[in-house]
């Protein structure tokens, strides 16, 4: 996704320190979001039943 490499670049080269805050607390929201989006692993059953 280019979301977040748009992100990383506003952040650098945003025209002001308060759009460059704006931006780093996007990319903060972004990250948790992308974080809560990763699979989880789930623990097959020892005796799990087949048909």
Avoid: C
Avoid at 12 to 18: E, V
Avoid at 33 to 51: I, M
Wanted: zero cysteines; glycine letters at 4%.
């Amino acid at each position: 996704m280019a979301l977040k490499p748009l992100l990383e670049w506003l952040h650098r080269n945003g025209s002001d320190q308060a759009s460059r805050n704006t931006v780093s607390r996007a990319v903060s929201i972004y990250n948790a979001w992308a974080a809560s989006q990763a699979v989880k692993p789930t623990q097959g059953s020892l005796f799990e039943e087949y048909d």
